[in-house]
C-alpha cells in the first residue's frame, strides 16, 4: 500500500535522546545505566504506573512524579535520582536539522506529518517552540494532553485517525524499541533510531527507503 504519512517521535528523533542523556548521568555517579532508566523513567516496553508514565498521561503533575522517583531511587539504599538533573542534560545538541530537512521534503512530496510524543505538560513551552510545528507538521499528539501513551495501541490508533489514514499507510520513527514494536504490531512500518547522533544518517536512509521520499 502507498504510504500517506510520516509519523515522528520528538525527543531522540529531532533532539537528543533522554536515554542517552541517562546513561552519561549514570556513568558519573557510578550507577547502572539500565538500574538508573528502569527507576527513573520505567520501563519503556510497557505502558504501566510509574510515575513518569503516570506523568507522561497526563495523570500527576511533574513535582510529584519527581518526588516520587527520589523517593523510589533511595527505597533501597541506592543513590539519589532526580529527574530533573537528567532533563537539564539535555538539549546541548540543538535540533537535528537533517530530520527536520527529510520532514520538508515530505511534505514536499505529498505526505502527511505528525509528531506523537510522550511527554509532560509542563514540558510543553520547552520543547514546541524547537520546532515550526504549524509548517512541518499536519498534527501534533501529546500523551499528556490526550492521556494515553506509547506503546499503548490506542494513541497509535488516535494518531492514525486524526491523520486520515491506516495504519499500512503511515511509517513511524521512534528512539525506544517498544514503542516501534508496538506501532509494527499495529501494521505500520517503523524506523528504530539509535541514541546517538551518529545513528541519524542511516535512519534518514530508511525513511527515504521506505516512504519514496526523494533524496
Not at 95 to 116: H, K, N, Q, Y
Not at 143 to 160: N, T
Request: charged residues 25%; glycine residues 8%; without cysteine.
Amino acid at each position: 500500500m502507498t504510504v500517506r504519512a510520516v509519523i515522528f517521535d520528538f525527543g531522540g528523533v529531532f533532539v537528543d535522546s533522554p536515554f542517552d542523556a541517562a546513561v552519561t548521568a549514570a556513568a558519573s555517579l557510578d550507577v547502572d545505566p539500565a538500574a538508573m532508566l528502569e527507576i527513573v523513567f520505567g520501563s519503556y516496553e510497557l505502558d504501566t504506573d510509574h510515575a513518569w508514565h503516570r506523568l507522561e498521561r497526563g495523570e500527576i503533575p511533574l513535582t510529584e512524579a519527581r518526588d516520587l522517583i527520589m523517593a523510589a531511587s533511595t527505597a533501597e539504599g541506592g543513590p539519589l535520582l532526580d529527574p530533573f538533573e537528567l532533563l537539564m542534560a539535555l538539549g546541548g545538541g540543538g535540533v537535528r536539522e537533517e530530520m527536520v530537512d527529510f520532514v520538508r521534503a515530505a511534505r514536499t512530496a505529498g505526505l502527511a506529518t505528525s509528531i506523537l510524543t510522550n511527554n509532560a505538560q509542563e514540558f510543553a513551552d520547552f520543547w514546541k517552540p524547537l520546532l515550526p510545528l504549524d509548517e512541518l507538521f499536519d498534527d501534533v499528539v501529546d500523551s499528556s494532553f490526550v492521556g494515553l501513551r506509547k506503546p499503548d495501541a490506542r494513541i497509535y490508533e488516535l494518531a492514525l485517525e486524526r491523520l486520515g489514514v491506516s495504519a499500512a499507510e503511515a511509517v513511524f520513527i521512534d528512539d525506544a524499541p517498544g514503542n516501534v514494536a508496538a506501532a509494527r504490531q499495529l501494521g505500520m512500518s517503523a524506523v528504530l533510531i539509535g541514541t546517538k547522533r551518529s545513528d541519524q544518517p542511516r535512519a534518514i536512509e530508511e525513511l527515504h527507503q521506505l516512504t519514496g521520499v526523494p533524496r
